[in-house]
């Protein structure tokens, strides 16, 4: 009897915890209400943070790389994600959005109907994200033509179809602190925000665990393609040993320092960077010198 | 009627290239062996060549009217050349080691000749804009790298 009454007490105290840990959190509208949808910075926001790379159709060039319409696949040990329709259709897509609901989206990973976002949606990297910077790109994104194609479902079976789990995948492996700490020029600083609260590079170059988290410790080491055969390289210092002009001259023209070209999804990635300004390309590399060596 | 050959070429190839990737084993047939190993020297031409021309483009050597015109005729020659036999069915990168070369290649032959076809206009592009002076190049030279860039896109992994 006694021993009944204390596993119900375990249970509700597991559930209590569970619903706490587990629960969506929304940005605070008031930190959001007074800054500017800045267009112009939206559009570099844009650009460093890669959305076109997974929303946009794969093969799509020029004004079409601005239809963000969805539909490309990512495939995974979890399943099959499938990018959604991000445009301003108020039917299909984001149209109908608030600033708040949008901001909420990308920095915390919560959909406005609450539910957690999976972390294909690199949210864990935005969320280091300025407001300021997240509430340009919301007026950035209303300037986009609207695509009205529906969101096609992720193909995502049991337990990891239970949304609210994701709340503990998020309190493991989401933090906003920085990944590389210490004292940083201003340069390195800059490449840092672009790389580790935009660009998301980490989300392919950084082994992941058997949970899906990142190891850390291997930051920009160099992973597997969860998609099948392949792997993306290490980038860190102890194997890439290109010079910042020659990783640079990669982000902009995406040929390496032999003249082989980049390919697969880097290819897009470089179709974002050679939009930046050649300063915000620079400080990438300024930043990839200046983390840890993984040996590779 | 070409449209039907390159159509029928294509469905011969990739039911070969299914068929191939069923038997694929460790063991690779010498003749696929020394078609990866040729297209791959193309490719290293490729990128010698556009080595010359990067070079002078991010002004890490002088530009010089002469050299940046024989990269450029050597590029447009490496388009031109008719790389058929290099694209066996069954040399992709599911069938065999060695190869990035992904499958999808042999399922959209007519997209990837259209891809060859842009790199050559590109190719010829550069070779008018390599000898008028530096700054035609450097301009020349964006659309090169995006027609390398977009087969590579579709058509190579990632990395070995």
């Known amino acids: 009897m006694r021993i009944h009454r204390w596993l119900i007490f375990f249970a509700l105290v597991g559930i209590a915890v569970y619903w706490v840990v587990t629960r969506p959190t929304r940005v605070d509208a008031a930190a959001i209400a007074g800054l500017e949808e800045d267009v112009a910075r939206g559009e570099t926001v844009f650009y460093a943070a890669g959305c076109a790379s997974c929303h946009a159709d794969e093969t799509a060039q020029g004004e079409a790389k601005l239809q963000l319409g969805g539909g490309q696949h990512f495939p995974s040990d979890f399943g099959t994600f499938t990018a959604p329709n991000i445009s301003p259709s108020t039917e299909h897509g984001i149209g109908s959005w608030t600033r708040e609901q949008f901001v909420t989206a990308v920095t915390q990973g919560v959909s406005p109907e609450g539910q957690h976002y999976y972390p294909a949606f690199p949210y864990t990297t935005y969320t280091r994200m300025e407001l300021a910077d997240a509430v340009a790109l919301y007026g950035f994104m209303k300037t ?34 920085w990944v590389l700490d210490g004292d940083l020029t201003p340069e390195q600083e800059r490449g840092r925000y672009l790389v580790e609260a935009m660009g998301h590079c980490a989300e392919c170059h950084t082994p992941r665990n058997a949970l899906g988290g990142m190891q850390m410790a291997s930051w920009m080491g160099g992973a597997p393609n969860p998609a099948g055969r392949g792997s993306f390289p290490n980038i860190t210092p102890g194997k890439l040993t290109w010079s910042e002009g020659d990783i640079a001259a990669y982000l902009e023209s995406g040929f390496t320092p032999e003249f082989d070209s980049a390919g697969g999804h880097m290819a897009l990635v470089v179709e974002n960077t050679a939009q930046l300004a050649p300063e915000d390309r620079a400080a990438i590399a300024a930043y990839l010198k200046a983390i840890p060596p993984v040996d590779g | 009627m070409k449209a039907r050959f390159t159509f029928g070429l294509a469905a011969v190839l990739s039911i070969s290239g299914l068929v191939g990737a069923v038997v694929a084993d460790s063991h690779v047939d010498p003749a696929i062996a020394g078609a990866i190993k040729a297209r791959q020297a193309q490719m290293t031409l490729y990128a010698f060549n556009l080595g010359t021309l990067g070079a002078m483009a991010r002004g890490n050597a002088p530009y010089d009217a002469e050299a940046a015109t024989a990269a450029a005729t050597n590029l447009q020659a490496l388009t031109g050349l008719n790389a058929s036999a290099l694209w066996p069915a069954g040399s992709d990168s599911e069938s065999v080691d060695g190869t990035r070369a992904l499958p999808a290649l042999w399922q959209n032959f007519p997209d990837v000749i259209e891809k060859a076809q842009a790199t050559k206009a590109a190719a010829d592009a550069m070779v008018t804009a390599a000898g008028t002076d530096l700054a035609a190049l450097q301009g020349a030279m964006g659309a090169l790298g995006g027609a390398c860039g977009d087969c590579h896109k579709a058509y190579r992994l990632p990395d070995e």
Request: proline residues 12%; negative net charge.
């Open chain 1, 144 to 177: 986009l033509p609207a695509v009205e194609t529906p969101s096609q479902p992720h193909q995502v079976s049991f337990p990891f179809d239970i949304r609210r789990n994701l709340g503990g995948w998020k309190f493991l492996f989401m933090s906003d602190d």
